[in-house]
């Protein structure tokens, strides 16, 4: 090879040294973690509707099932129903059972309220998640009609009276873990959502006509 050739062959990168396969490897696997972390993130979030869904047909971690109208057979055990309110720290509502407990048949229709007070000067929305303790007894607890099917929506100053209507399963006799529940409790808690979009288009026309009325 003539010196001139020599001159226009491309610069070396160097031996590589220990330190330079280290760092290689060190970004290799931080761009895996990332991958994996944000695959794993992603079937999470596909996952929740699913999950939800398992849940609510099964009973599954004490959630409830619904059904259209009461139970046919009412037997003679008795059971008791206690009732227990938390909401997301983020919702401004007050939020309580209107009773303690009840004792009812297995089999027998209940009725019992929960209440509900918006203190704020704005209209808030909220959802009310649930589930049942003990768990076993979640696929037995019965809702024919409740609050928590539906979203909430309170004016500013608003106190609302809310109906859950349920019976406890007399199949819960037969099953080897929930047979032997004494007890049962119905736990809420409620969230803050965001407004139907009927009720944003309300407070618009209302801002609307108030700033009309403040120009004139």
């Not at 129903?81 to 027998?108: C, N």
């Not at 979640?138 to 929506?153: A, L, P, Y």
């Amino acid at each position: 090879m003539n010196p001139e050739d020599r001159q226009h062959e491309p610069a070396s990168a160097g031996p590589e040294t220990p330190q330079t396969r280290n760092d290689a490897g060190i970004r290799k696997t931080a761009m895996k973690t990332v991958a994996v972390v944000l695959f794993m993130g992603a079937m999470a979030w596909a996952a929740i509707p699913m999950y939800n869904l398992f849940c609510k047909v099964t009973g599954y971690g004490g959630t409830t099932r619904e059904a259209t109208e009461a139970s046919d057979v009412v037997l003679d055990k008795t059971i008791k129903v206690r009732f227990d309110a938390s909401k997301d720290r983020d919702m401004p509502w007050e939020f309580k059972p209107l009773q303690k407990e009840m004792e009812l048949k297995i089999g027998e229709t209940g009725l019992a309220f929960y209440e509900a007070y918006n203190p704020t000067d704005r209209v808030v929305a909220g959802t009310a998640s649930y589930n049942v303790a003990p768990f076993a007894a979640g696929s037995f607890f019965i809702k024919i009609d409740c609050f928590c099917f539906t979203e909430q929506v309170l004016q500013p100053g608003e106190r609302v009276s809310m109906p859950v209507t349920f019976y406890v399963d007399p199949e819960i006799v037969d099953d080897d873990e929930a047979k032997y529940a004494k007890a049962i409790t119905l736990s809420y808690t409620f969230h803050e959502t965001e407004l139907p979009e009927e009720d944003l288009a309300a407070l618009d026309t209302g801002d609307a006509a108030a700033a009309e009325v403040t120009a004139n």
